[in-house]
Each structure stands twice: as structure tokens, then as C-alpha cells.
């Protein structure tokens, strides 16, 4: 017989302690602080401060300790944090093109003006595991690093811009509609899209993006920028008339650049993929731009040829990684009563099936006869 697990509110305490004693390991090793997962986790960080929709390098890191390296996890408890804090206001849209690079290139042009700026990526690396670093080696520092520029550096698609070749961006004048304060619907215009899939989970975005370069969506794109860096973050305060600066953010900037053959009222032209995300997250800002431009297909007048790139509610309805755990791990909770009336209904229908064997059996036993 089927029957509750018993244990109650002292089974649960002793879970949350068993889970306390697990997160901290073995207590002859130092404890990892907070520090080190930001400065040396930074990439992690970065992913949960975008998915979690809170830039704060401090907590992020926190939550990634709590949630014992469960990136999921921890974007979980920062979204649970940022429900609590108080909104004094809106920031006013960032300046990127005023951003402080670490990085910034460029796959269309060799020799754009400011330069193409490698900065710190995995890009050229050999991908061998460094074995110094188990030894808690650090890295030779005799090589000379680049430093950040610091002077304005404009937009690649500017150029094209200047010629006519590239979709104009409409002006958006109108308040975005905020999806951390409004659920969401459909449909969906672009911006609402673009935070939805700024907050989706890493994974789902990346597997939506590569769909389209294999052929699902006809989506071939060229990377016309991606740079990293610092932006100033401005609010306006009505009481003084002006803006002043509030912060300043790291974020990773990708604009991909796409051939269009044009339309009745549209002449053949580029048009582009947009993704921003908070940290250095390279990975995500150029899925989200391929997703962008996949999504866009009804308003540039394309085919929908069934890509599920190409479904606005599959791909915001199924991103976001909180809402796809609660949903699958829900089913770890008690479900007795369900399953026992799932139990009960194949019990009676298996003594259907049999009864009705039975009777068949007799049936040709005495047509038999």
C-alpha cells in the first residue's frame, strides 16, 4: 500500500542542515568567499546577473556560493531578491556607443575606425587544460596587457547606415512594456521579445541561435559587432532638470549584420539582430541577436517556413529556465493522490481487460464445442 512519507517539519530541517553541511565540503579546505567566486567566477557571475535581471556582481556571487555552483539556482534567488527592493525610478537607455571597450570586433570590416580590440576571450586559446593552475600557479604576467579605450567608438553598422544599405531602427519613443512587472503576452513586439530572451536561460537561446545557422529559419548572419565593456547609467531627477550619473554597468553588446532580399516596399538591404546582456556574455548577446532576427521574420515580410526559431510563443514561452524548473521539478513534490487514482484506474481497467479475456476464451472454448 501506497502512504505519505512521514516526517514532517523535522524531516525538512534536517534536509536544510544536511544541505548546509554538503555547500560547505570538507571544513579542512579554506571556505570560497564571495570575492573570490566574482573575481575569479566572473563569467558565472555575469550569466546570473543577466538571467536573474539584477546587475550586482556582489550578490550574484553570493547566490552562486549558496546555490553551490547551481547557476540555475542562483539566478532563482536573485529574482526572489529583486521582488523585495523598492523602484525608485527609471534609468534613461544607455549609451553604448560611448562604451569603454575591453573588446570590440568586428567580422565584416578588417580596418574599422578605433580598431578591432581583442581584449581577454577564449578565442584564440588552445582549449588544453592548464595544469599550473591545479597547482595554484598564476599566469606568467610578463606579457603586456591591453587597456580599455576610452574614447567614443562608433557603431559598424553606422557605415552601412550612412549608404542607405542597412534597415533603418524605428524610434522607440513609447515605454517599453516591463516584463519583470507584467507577465507575458501575446503577441509580443520587439522589445518585450528582446528582454525575454536577455533574461532566457544561456542554453535555449544558444540551441534556438544555432537551429537558424543550420538551415531552420534561412538565417545566415555576419557578426557586424560585438564589444565589451563600461557604460554610464544616467536617471533623470526631476528636481534638478537634468540627468547625472548614477553607476556604471559591464555589459556585452552584439549586432549581427543579415542579407535581405527586400520586399514590396522595401528595397533589397541588410537588416540586423540586436542582443545586450549584462557582464561579459559573449555567448548569449550574439544567440540573443540570432534569435532577434529570427523572430522578425512577419514585420520584414519573410516566409515563416515552420523554424522553431521562428515561433515567438515557443521560444519566450520556453526560455525562461526558472519557469521551466518549477514546472519540471514540481513533480518531485507529493503527488499520492493523483497517482492513486492513476493506480486505482489501471487496476480496473487491467481486471476489465482480463474479465473480458476470460470471457472471450469461454466463448471460443464453446463454439468449440
Excluded at 40 to 67: C, H, N, T, W, Y
Excluded at 96 to 107: E, Q, V, W
Excluded at 215 to 240: C, K, S, T
Excluded at 295 to 321: C, I, K, M, T, Y
Aim: a negative charge.
Amino acid at each position: 500500500m501506497y502512504v505519505a512519507v512521514k516526517g514532517g517539519e523535522r524531516a525538512i530541517d534536517n534536509a536544510h542542515a544536511w544541505l548546509a553541511e554538503e555547500r560547505r565540503g570538507d571544513v579542512a579546505i579554506e571556505e570560497l568567499s564571495v570575492a573570490q567566486i566574482r573575481e575569479q567566477l566572473a563569467l558565472g557571475v555575469a550569466r546570473v546577473m543577466a538571467e536573474g535581471s539584477l546587475f550586482d556582481p556582489d550578490l550574484a556571487a553570493l547566490a552562486i556560493k549558496q546555490a553551490r555552483g547551481d547557476l540555475i539556482e542562483a539566478i532563482f534567488l536573485i529574482r526572489a531578491f529583486r521582488t523585495t527592493l523598492p523602484r525608485f525610478g527609471a534609468s534613461a537607455s544607455i549609451d553604448t556607443g560611448a562604451m569603454t571597450c575591453d573588446r570590440r570586433i568586428s567580422a565584416t570590416f578588417k580596418d574599422v575606425p578605433g580598431g578591432q580590440v581583442l581584449g581577454p576571450t577564449f578565442d584564440y586559446t588552445h582549449r588544453l587544460i592548464d595544469f599550473a593552475l591545479a597547482a595554484n600557479g598564476e599566469p606568467p604576467l610578463n606579457a603586456e596587457t591591453g587597456e580599455a579605450r576610452t574614447e567614443p567608438t562608433p557603431h559598424v553598422t553606422e557605415f552601412l547606415d550612412r549608404e542607405g544599405l542597412i534597415q533603418n531602427e524605428v524610434d522607440g519613443s513609447e515605454t517599453p512594456r516591463d516584463l519583470t512587472r507584467e507577465p507575458l503576452d501575446f503577441p509580443a513586439d520587439r522589445p518585450l521579445r528582446l528582454q525575454a530572451i536577455a533574461r532566457g536561460d544561456e542554453g535555449f537561446v544558444l540551441s534556438m541561435a544555432y537551429s537558424t545557422q543550420r538551415g531552420y529559419g534561412r538565417n545566415h548572419p555576419f557578426v557586424g559587432e560585438l564589444r565589451v565593456g563600461q557604460v554610464a547609467v544616467e536617471m533623470d531627477i526631476p528636481e534638478l532638470g537634468f540627468a547625472i550619473e548614477i553607476g556604471e554597468i559591464t555589459v556585452t553588446e552584439c549586432e549581427t549584420v543579415n542579407q535581405f532580399m527586400g520586399s514590396k516596399t522595401e528595397p533589397p538591404q541588410f537588416t540586423r539582430g540586436y542582443g545586450l546582456v549584462f557582464g561579459h556574455s559573449e555567448r548569449k548577446a550574439i544567440s540573443m541577436a540570432l534569435v532577434d532576427r529570427a523572430l522578425r521574420w512577419e514585420e520584414l515580410g519573410e516566409d515563416n517556413v515552420g523554424a522553431p526559431a521562428q515561433d515567438e510563443e515557443f521560444v519566450l514561452s520556453h526560455s525562461d529556465n526558472i519557469q521551466a524548473t518549477g514546472f519540471l521539478e514540481h513533480i518531485k513534490l507529493p503527488h499520492y493522490v493523483d497517482f492513486q487514482s492513476e493506480l486505482e484506474l489501471i487496476r480496473k481497467l487491467r481486471a476489465e481487460a482480463q474479465q473480458a479475456s476470460n470471457s472471450d476464451s469461454q466463448l471460443f472454448q464453446e463454439a468449440a464445442e
